[in-house]
């Protein structure tokens, strides 16, 4: 069993900056790939982004590449969202997710809400315009 606390989400002007947290505890010794998803209010849940447990392979949907980078610190158990360029339609509540195998097969593996095992309580993002 394995928790995730989410942080560092807020409220931000449009063009703003902020970075999130995933703190893992429990069983952290399992090597789990870990992902970011966003829940808009009364939207269904998506994928923002993933990374395998080695941070070789990262994956990013098509509507904030370029403008966020997520980044682990294995030694710290810790999983970041950088998200830069926040555009109004990023207000969302944000959760991290963990992956018991470590990596993806595919890019839709990563994508696949149902894929991962883990997930935070969420963090608020909230981008003024």
């Known amino acids: 069993q394995v928790q995730l606390v989410e942080s560092g989400g807020g409220l931000v002007q449009a063009g703003g900056s902020l970075r999130l947290s995933c703190a893992a505890s429990?069983?952290?010794?399992?090597?789990?790939?870990m992902g970011w998803f966003r829940q808009a209010p009364g939207k269904e849940r998506e994928f923002v982004a993933a990374?395998?447990?080695?941070?070789?392979?990262?994956y990013y949907a098509d509507s904030v590449k370029g403008r966020f980078t997520i980044s682990r610190d294995n030694a710290k158990n810790t999983v970041y969202l950088q998200m830069n360029s926040l555009k109004p339609e990023d207000t969302a509540v944000y959760y991290c997710?963990?992956?018991?195998?470590?990596?993806?097969?595919?890019?839709?593996?990563?994508?696949?809400?149902?894929?991962?095992?883990?997930w935070g309580q969420g963090t608020q993002v909230t981008v003024s315009s």
């Open positions: 429990g069983r952290t010794d399992s090597r789990y790939a």
């Open positions: 990374i395998t447990w080695s941070g070789s392979r990262t």
């Open positions: 997710a963990a992956d018991s195998w470590g990596y993806f097969n595919t890019e839709s593996d990563a994508m696949n809400e149902h894929k991962y095992d883990y």
